[in-house]
């Protein structure tokens, strides 16, 4: 059917159009269309390597695959052997010493790095850390006191507690006195009526040992951490801080490593049976070197005033060491908690460090250049 027109059906007109461009013939590209494209230029495409070539047999590619898989394998028996190794090493560590090593070597490391980067950079960042510590500390050891039958009020431990620590850092070095008088007396006061309300019939003997400990608690955390923030807030003082506690730590680690490795004559056996003199020996020299280098490369003072600060750092570190097992050792426990793996709990790493903030502050103002009494 046409229409009256006399034209083409209007289905016909796309089949014509596409039969006029197939019997076209293809236009050719000249270079005047692509001025830009150099055929020389363009790279030749690279050869297969010789092992991976289209000839190579299957014999040959399957000789291949089994070198690389016996390669493998011996790679995966090297590394399974030396795990074992370290495996076997770190349970004779922790059967001889009662500690994981390699959870507290990655503890300890994390530790670190947060109180470095406080003391680095921005030194009052210092102050919540230590806070926070000193409250879990006291909370720690409340508990353990507890646990041995003592009457510890905890709630206001660390009530009396926190001001105490705040004023090390924000109020003048006598205040600090001050608030250790009134946190003692706080806590006291409030055992002494708490036991008035009871009234349970404990002896007089048991009273009087629940408000001496209560006023220990604040003593030995809060008040010798706010000593740490007094140095801390002196010219220069988180230098001294951090040379305080690097050279403690190297104490112990040297202590630990040498008694480890050489140690045979207890040191105290009554107190602590796994402390020998070959480990005070290795802590000695741990703790006298890195004094040394410390003094000559941070703290600005001669090398033997580097000598003095670590030996008076080791003196206080293994008087409080040996002080923190005859408590444990009182209270019949092993460590203060379980709240670190590898390490116990954090006066049991505590113990080297809070005592030797007093020698750490008494040498700051004879020893140090930035020093303003």
């Known amino acids: 059917m046409t229409d009256d027109s006399g034209g083409t059906p209007p289905n ?9 461009r197939r019997d076209a013939a293809p236009t050719p590209l000249s270079d005047s269309a692509f001025p830009g494209f150099d055929a020389t230029v363009v790279p030749p495409k690279p050869e297969l390597p010789p092992e991976a070539t289209p000839g190579m047999s299957t014999g040959e590619h399957n000789a291949i695959r089994e070198q690389w898989r016996a390669k ?3 790679f995966e028996n090297h590394v399974s052997h030396a795990k074992d190794q370290l495996d076997q090493a770190n349970e004779r560590i922790k059967e001889r010493t009662g500690r994981d090593l390699i959870v507290a070597i990655l503890i300890g490391l994390a530790a670190g790095a947060v109180l470095l980067g406080s003391l680095l950079f921005i030194k009052w960042l210092f102050v919540p850390i230590v806070l926070a510590i ?5 909370y720690e050891l409340g508990l353990a006191l507890r646990g041995a039958g003592r009457r510890i009020d905890i709630i206001p431990q660390l009530v009396a507690g926190t001001p105490l620590v705040l004023a090390g850092y924000f109020a003048e070095p006598w205040l600090c006195w001050v608030a250790l008088f009134a946190s003692v007396s706080f806590v ?3 055992r002494l009526v708490a036991q008035m309300m009871v009234q349970d019939g404990r002896t007089y003997g048991a009273v009087l040992g629940d408000v001496v400990v209560s006023g220990f608690v604040q003593v030995y955390v809060p008040f010798l951490a706010s000593i740490a923030l007094i140095l801390l807030s002196q010219e220069g003082g988180q230098w001294w801080v951090l040379s305080f506690i690097a050279i403690a730590v190297a104490a112990d680690t040297g202590a630990y490593a040498s008694g480890l490795a050489f140690g045979r004559h207890p040191m105290a056996p009554r107190i602590s049976p796994k402390k020998t003199w070959e480990g005070f020996g290795g802590a000695v020299l741990a703790a006298t070197g890195v004094g040394v280098l410390l003094a000559l490369y941070l703290l600005e003072m001669p090398w033997w005033a580097g000598v003095i600060l670590g030996a008076a750092v080791l003196l206080s570190a293994t008087l ?3 002080a ?3 408590l444990k050792r009182d209270l019949g426990i092993k460590d203060m908690s379980s709240w670190l793996p590898g390490h ?5 790493r505590l113990d080297s460090i809070l005592p030797s903030t007093i020698p ?5 103002f004879l020893l140090s250049p930035w020093a303003t009494l």
């Not at 000193?134 to 006291?138: D, H, T, V, Y």
């Open 12 to 20: 016909d007109a796309p089949r014509r159009r596409s039969e006029r």
């Open 360 to 364: 750490a502050l008494m040498l700051y």
């Open 320 to 322: 409080g060491d040996l």
């Open 134 to 138: 000193a409250l879990l500390s006291i």
């Open 188 to 190: 006291i006061v409030w």
């Open 72 to 74: 493998r394998g011996e």
């Open 344 to 348: 116990g709990g954090l006066l049991d």
């Open 324 to 326: 923190e097992s005859m």
